[in-house]
C-alpha cells in the first residue's frame, strides 16, 4: 500500500492529500456570484469574504450610522449585517466587509485595549465599539456622510414556528409550501459569513507558526444542506496549498525546511497536537469558551462554544473525508435545484414523526436521510442524479485526492465537464409522494443502499438498515440505526404516502385558508396514527420501576401520571403489585423469624460458658 501511495504520489506532485484550494484574489466583490460556481471557488470566495470582514459589538442596530462613519476612514465598506444574541442581555453585533483584505487588516491593526477589560490581547477580527468620549469628535459626521443600510437586522433570528406555519397555510400549493419552507429553513447568507469568520480567527491565531495553515469549515455549513442554526464542523490542516500555485513552478525549490521528527504514530501525533490546539483556544482566543476535548474518538475531536456567534464547533484535524463528502453533497445540490428543497422538507418530516434525534444514539442522522433521497433521486426512470460511479468515470489528473489514511476521494470538480442532463420534468409534490412511496416497499431487510453504483445491493451484514458510504465503501453509515427504528421507518413512510396522496388528489384549497393542509397534516403528526409499530415490538404495560414506587403504601392506585384505557390491564396491574407486596411480606417475615432464631441461638451458646465456668468455681 505505501508502495502504490508513492507512486500515485510521483504521478501527481503536491496532490496526496490535503485541502487543494484555489488561491483567490487581493480583492473580493460584496456579494458571490450568482452563476453556478464549484465547490473549490464556493469556499475560496467564502474564505475571502472572510479576510475582507469584521465583526463589531455594538450597544444597538442604532450604532450603526456612527460604527459606519468611523470604520469608513481604513476603507470602503461594501457590506454590513446586524444580528442579536438574546441571554441574560441582549448582545447587538455588525459585520462589516471591506472591499479588500489589506482594510479590513488596516481596521484590525487599529484596535486597542481598555483598561476595563483583563486579559491578555490578542489580533483578533472580533472588537467591540466604545462608545465616545466626547473629548474629540470625528471629522465625519453622521448627519453629513451617506452610509448604506443595512442588509439584514436581526439577521440570525430563525423564522418562528407561528410565522412559518401561516406562511405554509398561505401558499399556493404544496409545491410552493415546499420551497417556502426551504426558503426560511436554509442557513442564509449572514449565517454562512459568520462561519468562515469562525474558521478564519483559528487560522490567523496559528499563522505565525504555520503561515500556510488553513482552517475550513465542511458539513452542513457550507454543502448547502445546512439550516439556521446548525453546529459548524471546521477542520484544520497544516498542509501547503496545493493546486495552480505549486504547478507553475519550473523546477522544486533546493530551499527545504527542517521538520520536527513525530516519535509516536500518526494518531498519537494529532492526539497532541489538538492538546495543544485545545489549550490554546481555551486560554487566548475571545469568544471561545466551554472547550472539551474528545481526543479518544475514531475522528478525535475538540469542540467548544463561540459566544459571539452562539456557534457549536467541532473542530478535527484528520477528516479529510467528511470534508470531501461535502464537497460531493454540494455538487448534488447544485446539479438540480429541487434536490435540497425535497431534502430539507423530508428532513423536517422525520423531525415531526421523532425519527430523528439531536443527540445520537439508534436514531437516523440526518446524513443518512440526505443518502436515502440522493438514491432515490437516482433511481427514477428518469434519474435526477447521477450515481457517483459516474463522476469517478468523468474525472481528471486535477481531480485527484487521496487522503492521509489511503481514501481515495477522486471524482470529477467542474460541474461543466460532468455530461449529465436529467430529463425528469416531475413537480417537488409528485417527487415527495414518490420517496414515501419508494421506501415504504423498499427490501431494508435484504438490501444495500449504494450511491456509488445507484442501485441496491445484497446487504453484507444483519445492520437494521445498510447505506454504503460512498466514499469509504467498506463502513455502513447508518450503522447504529436500530431494528425497531427500522420498522419504524417504514411505517412512517407508509403512513406519509397515504395521507399525502389524499392531499394531492384534493388540490383544491382556497386561497388565504386557516386550515391544516398540505405538508402541515405531514408535520402534526397526530398522537393516533394509521399504524404503529406496537404490532411488531410489543412496549411493556408499566414501567418495571413503577411496581415498586411507593412499596411501603398499601394503596392500589396508580402512580400519578399513569392512566390505563384498557380495564383488564389496570386490573392485571393492581394484581401483580398486591402479589409483590404480599411477596415482600412474606420475605420481610421470613428474614425477621431467621434473624430471632440466629438472636436466640446465639444468645444460648453465649450462656454457656458462662454456666460452666460457675459450675467449676463451685
Known amino acids: 500500500m505505501i508502495c502504490l501511495m508513492r507512486r500515485l504520489q510521483n504521478l501527481h506532485p503536491g496532490r496526496k492529500f490535503g485541502l487543494k484550494l484555489r488561491s483567490s484574489s487581493t480583492s473580493a466583490t460584496g456579494t458571490l456570484p450568482e452563476t453556478k460556481c464549484n465547490y473549490e471557488d464556493f469556499i475560496d470566495n467564502r474564505q475571502q469574504q472572510a479576510k475582507c470582514s469584521i465583526l463589531v459589538q455594538v450597544s444597538s442596530e442604532r450604532s450603526y450610522p456612527e460604527l459606519y462613519n468611523y470604520c469608513s476612514r481604513f476603507g470602503s465598506i461594501v457590506n454590513a449585517h446586524h444580528y442579536c444574541l438574546r441571554h441574560d442581555d441582549e448582545l ?238 454540494y455538487m448534488f445540490g447544485e446539479l438540480d435545484t429541487r434536490v435540497r428543497p425535497l431534502t430539507f422538507t423530508i428532513r423536517r418530516w422525520a423531525q415531526s414523526c421523532g425519527l430523528t434525534n439531536p443527540s445520537p444514539g439508534r436514531w437516523i442522522s440526518n446524513f443518512s436521510l440526505s443518502c436515502l433521497v440522493i438514491f432515490f433521486l437516482q433511481q427514477l426512470r428518469q434519474p435526477i442524479l447521477p450515481s457517483i460511479g459516474s463522476l469517478v468515470k468523468a474525472a481528471d489528473a486535477d481531480d485527484f485526492r487521496v487522503t492521509e489514511d489511503g481514501i481515495n476521494c477522486t471524482f470529477v470538480r467542474d460541474l461543466e465537464r460532468l455530461n449529465f442532463q436529467s430529463r425528469n420534468t416531475s413537480k417537488l409534490s409528485e417527487l415527495l409522494l414518490q420517496f414515501f412511496e419508494f421506501y415504504s416497499q423498499f427490501d431494508f431487510h435484504n438490501r444495500a443502499i449504494s450511491l456509488n453504483e445507484a442501485r441496491s445491493l445484497a446487504k453484507p451484514d444483519h445492520s437494521a438498515i445498510y447505506i454504503v458510504n460512498p466514499l469509504e465503501q467498506l463502513l455502513n453509515v447508518s450503522k447504529n440505526v436500530s431494528l425497531e427504528e427500522c420498522e419504524r421507518l417504514r411505517i412512517e413512510v407508509r403512513n406519509a404516502a397515504w395521507l399525502l396522496e389524499s392531499e394531492v388528489e384534493n388540490t383544491s384549497v382556497k386561497e388565504g385558508t386557516e386550515t391544516i393542509w398540505g405538508l402541515l397534516n405531514l408535520f402534526k403528526h397526530p398522537e393516533k396514527t394509521i399504524i404503529r409499530p406496537n404490532m411488531f415490538f410489543k412496549p411493556r404495560m408499566v414501567e418495571v420501576s413503577d411496581l415498586f414506587e411507593n412499596g411501603m403504601s398499601t394503596t392500589a392506585t396508580p402512580p400519578a401520571g399513569v392512566t390505563y384505557k384498557n380495564p383488564s390491564i389496570r386490573q392485571q396491574v393492581q394484581n401483580i403489585k398486591a402479589s409483590t407486596r404480599n411477596e415482600l411480606k412474606q420475605m420481610r417475615g421470613s428474614s425477621s423469624s431467621v434473624t430471632s432464631a440466629s438472636a436466640a441461638a446465639a444468645s444460648s451458646s453465649s450462656s454457656a460458658p458462662t454456666s460452666s465456668k460457675n459450675r467449676r468455681s463451685r
Not at 488553513?214 to 448547502?224: I, K, L, M
Not at 471561545?288 to 479518544?296: A, K, T
Request: glycine share 8%; aromatic share 6%; proline share 4%.
Open 92 to 329: 447587538n453585533y455588525i459585520l462589516l466587509e471591506y472591499a479588500r483584505e489589506e482594510e479590513a487588516s488596516a481596521a484590525i491593526d487599529a484596535g486597542g485595549v481598555s483598561d476595563e477589560m483583563s486579559g491578555t490581547p490578542v489580533r483578533s477580527p472580533f472588537l467591540w465599539f466604545r462608545a465616545s468620549t466626547g473629548k474629540k469628535k470625528d471629522n465625519l459626521s453622521s448627519s453629513t456622510m451617506p452610509h448604506p443600510g443595512l442588509l439584514s437586522i436581526d439577521g440570525c433570528r430563525p423564522i418562528g414556528q407561528e410565522n412559518l406555519l401561516s406562511l405554509l397555510k398561505k401558499a399556493e400549493n404544496i409545491d410552493r409550501q415546499i420551497v417556502e419552507l426551504h426558503q426560511n429553513s436554509q442557513l442564509n447568507d449572514l449565517g454562512v459569513r459568520m462561519r468562515f469568520l469562525a474558521a478564519l480567527q483559528i487560522q490567523q491565531a496559528i499563522s505565525g507558526m504555520f503561515p500556510s495553515a488553513q482552517a475550513v469549515p465542511f458539513g452542513s455549513s457550507v454543502n448547502g444542506f445546512g439550516k439556521m442554526g446548525c453546529d459548524l464542523d471546521l477542520i484544520l490542516r497544516f498542509d501547503k496549498e496545493r493546486g495552480a500555485k505549486n504547478n507553475q513552478r519550473t523546477e522544486p525549490s533546493r530551499l527545504i525546511y527542517h521538520l520536527k521528527e513525530n516519535l509516536s504514530n500518526g494518531r498519537s501525533q494529532t492526539q497532541r497536537q489538538m492538546e495543544v490546539i485545545g489549550d490554546l483556544l481555551h486560554l487566548f482566543l475571545p469568544g471561545v469558551c466551554h472547550v472539551r476535548r474528545i481526543l479518544q474518538a475514531r475522528v478525535p475531536i475538540i469542540k467548544y462554544h463561540h459566544e459571539h456567534l452562539n456557534l457549536e464547533v467541532d473542530l478535527s484535524m484528520s477528516n479529510l473525508s467528511g470534508f470531501y463528502m461535502s464537497e460531493l453533497l
